[in-house]
């Protein structure tokens, strides 16, 4: 039975803490791929990086996709961890890992999984600039880029 871990959370997390379940008591796993989106400072400019959800939603639209995943590939186990409020430049984001029997279908599931998250979770992100904004309506809003929709594109049909 795969095993799925699914969060949004304020809290910074321990990749190798949270992978772990995913491999414990398993010697049929070949495949352990994990990512880890990481806040830059964009060459000091950003001070912060603020991410809101609609709580319940983000999860739902979430597990949608790591559902579709295992239609797709034969793994045996995906984490995913996404952050929100406020995130210092050097912390961790998001993390995706992927476990299967082989690396080839753990490598395009959890690169799947983050396409998805890049272009279409239910997630708003918030730039705060060089001093860090203490009013929570300050900072600019980022848009989709158009080489994440490029990237997510490929996954269709």
Same mark, same amino acid.
């Given at each position: 039975?795969?095993?799925?871990?699914?969060? $949004?959370?304020?809290?910074?997390?321990?990749? &190798? $803490?949270?992978?772990a379940p995913l491999l414990a008591g398993r010697s049929d796993i070949g495949a352990l791929v994990s990512f880890t989106g990481l806040c830059r400072d964009e060459g000091g400019a950003l001070s912060a990086l603020e991410i809101e959800h609609y709580p319940g939603m983000a999860e739902e639209e979430i597990g949608r996709v790591v559902d579709e *995943?295992?239609?797709r590939w034969?793994?045996?186990?995906?984490?995913v961890i996404h952050?929100? +409020?406020?995130?210092?430049? +050097?912390?961790?984001? $998001?993390l995706v890992a992927t476990a299967c029997r082989h690396r080839t279908e753990a490598f395009a599931a959890?690169?799947?999984?983050?396409?998805?998250?890049?272009t279409r979770a239910p997630f708003w992100k918030k730039q705060? +600039?060089?001093?860090?904004?203490?009013? *929570?309506?300050?900072?600019?809003?980022?848009? *989709?880029? $158009?080489?994440?929709? *490029? &990237? &997510?594109?490929?996954?269709?049909?």
């Open positions: 039975m795969p095993l799925t871990i699914l969060r $949004v959370q304020k809290e910074p997390f321990d990749s &190798a $803490v949270e992978t *995943a295992y239609t034969p793994l045996e186990g995906v984490l952050r929100c +409020g406020i995130i210092a430049p +050097g912390e961790p984001i $998001v959890a690169e799947f999984l983050m396409d998805y998250l890049k705060h +600039g060089e001093v860090k904004q203490k009013d *929570a309506t300050s900072g600019d809003w980022v848009a *989709a880029k $158009v080489q994440d929709d *490029a &990237a &997510a594109e490929k996954w269709r049909g």
